[in-house]
């Protein structure tokens, strides 16, 4: 793909300065929803943004400062602040909110028993691939719907978080070189 003139390939980017980037545009994202929208959402975009932290932390630090214990407790309040902020959704029946909350609570159920679990995964890799690339298509999906009914900030937040779990978290490239579709047929 060239833009500008200049030749741009997808592993061409530098992964460490695309993670700095994609963190920098979530904390400004926080920063945005808490002057211009709701508290909720401006607790759910700050708890979302430290939990992915804590999981980037985990899976790439050189160890935790803090004792495994102390992490397990800081990650399950984080959790507890979202579901709690998940049923503010469905009690006001925000319910595009509510259904994008659970794509995220399975994106995190995947996460959670890729690192708890990794002998299940491993076992059923095909299933959690398919599984994986699902639950991004749904929430590609809701963020398409925002866009559709013109709610820039909800649809620019979807995409970002997307963007940020698919760099970030999955690994995006190498998710993608894991499985490809004629991988499936040979189960």
């Known amino acids: 793909m060239t833009v500008a003139g200049l030749r741009l390939s997808l592993p061409a980017l530098q992964y460490p300065k695309t993670k700095l980037l994609i963190l920098t545009l979530l904390t400004v994202n926080m920063i945005v929803y808490a002057v211009v929208d709701t508290l909720t ?39 507890a602040v979202i579901v709690s902020v998940f049923f503010s959704y469905l009690d006001d029946s925000e319910w595009l909110d509510v259904g994008n909350s659970l794509l995220w609570f399975a994106l995190i159920a995947v ?33 398409g719907i925002w866009l559709w009914q013109q709610a820039w900030l909800d ?15 999955v690994d995006l490239f190498d998710f993608l070189k894991r499985r490809q579709p004629h991988d499936l047929s040979n189960q």
């Open 41 to 79: 959402t401006a607790i759910d975009a700050a708890t979302w943004l430290v939990l992915l932290l804590i999981y980037e932390w985990e899976a790439h630090g050189n160890g935790l400062p803090v004792a495994e214990s102390t992490m397990k407790k800081v990650r399950t309040g984080l959790i």
């Open 111 to 143: 996460m959670e028993l890729e690192v708890r679990r990794p002998g299940i995964v491993m076992k059923h890799a095909n299933l959690f691939w398919l599984l994986t690339l699902t639950i991004f298509a749904g929430l590609i999906g809701t963020a």
């Open 155 to 169: 649809a620019y937040d979807a995409l970002l978080w997307i963007v940020a779990f698919g760099f970030i978290e």
